[in-house]
């Protein structure tokens, strides 16, 4: 897949979000964050836009956009698996219900995205559910108290 | 008398254990039956384990629901409100009760009993008036002062006397001065300040108002984490009602007194909960803390003086101001006054949220409120990691260690931000110590080279330990790396970052020793160390676990003994629970 920012609808979202930060003291991270949900993803080509639109040089973008964990850079897929590994998620059995995931599709590791860019996998560090650990978000749904048996069911609301 | 009502909780645990479904039951049920009767929602009343709440309110009282499933709803409206008889065996039982009355709350005063949406639901609970009682009768010397008095410290984590740090930034001089709550809520394991923002965002930007008050600044930010989306919605609304109720903008309470707020949102990095990172990462750039001086009182956001304040602590602060330093500071312990709410996960019986007066030991809180260790009864305590990766494993020993900073702080410990993970004896501590490094190794910022290699050099440690590769000498060459890494660390993280391996070697070494010379886990939790064997007298040949089995491993036939190919089994422990007949067990490898 190549990057969307080529269509002009997109193209002026970017310039829309831009303008409105030009300027303004810290907004390099808020204009990442925008053009990541617009287009999914920050790719060089929107850097480099971002970096021309604030008149930042482009290794500060890059080099902020790399210290954030929130930023991607590949195309993410349509649902977006978040599977805690916070302390109490870990102690509660996260490592495993996290290999059922991948078991069940088939083989994604975390930071992936399934072939049919249906799903990517990521571990995080705490979703703040911790009395309901396990937990894994997908998209903004939370699910709790899970287990082996239940991932299959809850993946398939997203098939 | 109260008006006929209905309200659901749903803060993020109850909307995860299914919430919205249950109060769109309700709804339905409502209208469709023509009931006189009003559905609310509101926030984290602290039973998480007993999500989703449900309250109904009539004027005969006040009735909880607990665990509630759509599949309750038509009963609840037919029974209860329509013919007026609770149904006993559903509703939240004497126990659960008992939780809630040992507790004392301050911080969480309104959460879970109004809805956070409504600022008028807030006003009602005597909301807004202490930044009124602030702005017509104090000046902002004797809100400082008050403060003092009270004994309230950061709830952050490093304790600090927040008077105090309101008097530095009030002293200090400068054209303009910011206000920062940290909301940035890192610990893997916390979840306390979620919790208020969801469910009393209002006590948040009042305590904000007159902490700006009283150092004299107009503008502030709250810092999210990216991972709160509901905590940031419910902000943003009642930013937005206070905006119109007049208490955010020009002339706040009819004074000279203005105050601007403003959502910045984390980008994912743990060290941005530092306050000189945070600053950096408002400001737009890497978030890697700096060398103080200069404090933030003196130079902080944009070079301005800043202060930054943790949401507990400022959700204490409207109730200060209301109820007096006195009030106060007569919950808690000599050093450590007032309250703590703790966020109580892991291993437990009744995970959530509880409030106790400083001072209360670990042991209340663990088993007197939350109800000891989870399950049948089968396993038993074996420590509670407090402080999360800054932290460490208290162990049973000391289980009557009183809550407050000090106390703990001898434990090798720290309180932290109140995040008490709990664990029984099938948590392996090297696993632990190992975890806590994984997490600190990865979110160090790269800025000094103990933290950053460092820290990495201990996880390798730790991870040929954990995979049965321990070497001769690696406890020593850990404790070496530990002081290193504590003395030539800039900021807090790499400071602490040792303590989870300090703690557990203090309390644990024989679990370090059994890795290292017998290659056992005396946990069984270390996948290389183990292995999975069929007890033969047990195994009925029920078939289960052939069908969870992801490689195989498991053979047999119907009704006959079960066999498990220890080549082919990956030991992802799936046998095991699916097996009724506990005929599968974990066995040392080597
Ligand atoms: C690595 C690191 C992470 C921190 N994370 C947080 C956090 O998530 N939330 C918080 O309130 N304070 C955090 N702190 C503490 C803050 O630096 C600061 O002390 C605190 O916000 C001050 O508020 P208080 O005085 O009200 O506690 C962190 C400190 C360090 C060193
Ligand atoms: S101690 Fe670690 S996180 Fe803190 S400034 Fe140094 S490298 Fe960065
Ligand atoms: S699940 Fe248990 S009882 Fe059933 S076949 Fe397997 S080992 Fe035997
Ligand atoms: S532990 Fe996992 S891989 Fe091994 S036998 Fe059981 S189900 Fe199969
Ligand atoms: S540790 Fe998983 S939600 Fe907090
Ligand atoms: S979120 Fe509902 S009780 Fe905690």
């Known amino acids: 897949m190549g990057c969307r920012c080529s269509d002009s609808f997109n193209r002026n979202r970017l310039s829309a979000i831009l303008s409105e930060y030009q300027g303004k003291s810290g907004g390099l991270i808020p204009v990442l964050q925008k053009a990541q949900n617009v287009y999914g993803y920050l790719s060089e080509d929107v850097m480099l836009k971002i970096a021309d639109g604030l008149e930042i040089k482009p290794s500060v973008v890059y080099g902020v956009a790399t210290f954030y964990t929130q930023f991607r850079f590949s195309p993410v897929g349509e649902h977006i698996i978040r599977a805690c590994h916070g302390t109490a998620c870990h102690v509660s059995g996260a490592e495993n219900i996290t290999r059922v995931m991948t078991d069940k599709l088939g083989g994604l590791e975390p930071g992936g995205t399934t072939a049919d860019m249906k799903f990517t996998l990521d571990k995080v560090a705490c979703l703040g559910c911790c009395s309901l650990a396990p937990v894994v978000m997908i998209d903004n749904d939370v699910y709790g108290r899970l287990n082996e048996a239940r991932v299959e069911e809850i993946l398939a609301l997203y098939r | ?590």
């Open chain 2, 1 to 590: 008398m109260q008006k006929a009502r209905i309200i659901v909780g749903l803060g993020s645990c109850g909307i995860a254990s299914g919430g919205k479904k249950v109060y769109e039951q309700l709804q339905q049920g409502i209208v469709s039956r023509g009931l006189d009767l009003a559905i609310e929602e509101t926030g984290c009343i602290g039973m998480c384990y007993n999500e989703v709440l449900v309250d109904v309110i009539l004027p005969a009282g006040k009735t909880t629901y607990k665990q509630v499933i759509p599949e309750m709803a038509d009963r609840i409206l037919d029974e209860h409100i329509v013919e007026g008889r609770i149904i006993s065996e559903w509703t939240i039982t004497q126990e659960d009760e008992v939780c809630l009355d040992r507790q004392q709350r301050i911080v969480l005063r309104n959460c879970g009993k109004i809805s956070p949406e409504s600022i008028d639901e807030y006003m009602e609970q005597g909301g807004y008036r202490a930044i009124e009682k602030v702005i017509k009768g104090m000046s902002p010397e004797m809100v400082v002062d008050e403060i003092t008095l009270s004994g309230l410290r950061g709830r952050g984590g490093a304790g600090f006397p927040t008077g105090v740090k309101w008097g530095f930034a009030n002293k200090s001089i400068g054209d303009k001065k910011y206000f920062i709550c940290n909301a940035d809520e890192g610990d893997p394991g916390a979840f306390m300040d979620r919790s208020v923002l969801e469910g009393d965002p209002h006590s948040i930007i009042e305590g904000m108002l007159i902490g700006g008050y009283a150092i004299g600044a107009n503008h502030g930010y709250i810092y999210v984490r990216a991972e709160y989306p509901l905590a940031i919605k419910r902000l943003k609304i009642a930013i937005e009602q206070a905006r119109t109720h007049g208490f955010i903008g020009q002339g706040i309470c009819g004074s000279d007194f203005s105050f601007e707020l403003e959502i910045k949102e984390g980008a994912g990095a743990f060290v941005c909960g530092e306050e000189t990172a945070l600053i950096a990462s408002i400001e737009g750039s890497r978030g890697m803390p700096r060398l103080r001086p200069p404090f933030p009182a003196i130079s902080g956001l944009y070079g301005k003086p800043t202060n930054i304040n943790n949401v507990e602590t400022l959700a204490n602060i409207p109730w200060i101001i209301l109820n007096g330093a006195d009030g106060y500071a007569s919950f808690g312990t000599e050093k450590s006054k007032g309250t703590k709410v703790f966020a109580l996960a892991g291993k437990i019986q009744r995970g959530g949220l509880v409030e106790v007066p400083m001072g209360m030991s670990l042991r209340e809180v663990i088993f007197d409120i939350g109800g000891g260790i989870a399950g049948t009864g089968k396993h038993e305590f074996k420590a509670v990691q407090l402080g999360g990766p800054s932290g460490g494993c208290i162990p049973s020993s000391l289980l009557d260690t009183p809550v407050d900073y000090d106390s703990i702080n001898q434990t090798g410990a720290i309180m932290g931000s109140g995040g008490m993970v709990v664990m029984d004896n099938t948590t392996c501590m090297v696993d632990i110590a190992r975890f806590f490094l994984n997490f600190t190794q990865n979110e160090s910022c790269g800025k000094c080279t103990f933290c950053r290699i460092g820290t990495r050099r201990m996880l390798e440690i730790l991870e040929r330990i954990v995979a049965g590769n321990g070497l001769e000498g690696d406890i020593e060459l850990l404790e070496d790396l530990a002081q290193n890494i504590r003395r030539t660390s800039l900021c807090g993280l790499g400071q602490t970052a040792p303590n989870p391996v300090l703690t557990t070697l203090k309390y644990f070494k024989s679990e370090y020793e059994s890795h290292i010379k017998q290659r056992r886990c005396p946990a069984k939790a270390c996948k290389e160390l183990i292995s999975f064997a069929i007890i033969d007298e047990r195994c009925k040949g029920c078939g289960l676990c052939i069908k969870v089995c992801p490689c195989g491993a498991i053979t047999g036939e119907k009704k006959k003994l079960h066999v498990l190919d220890v080549d082919k089994c990956v030991r992802c422990g799936q046998c095991v629970a699916k097996c009724k007949l506990e005929a599968i067990i974990k066995v040392d490898r080597w």
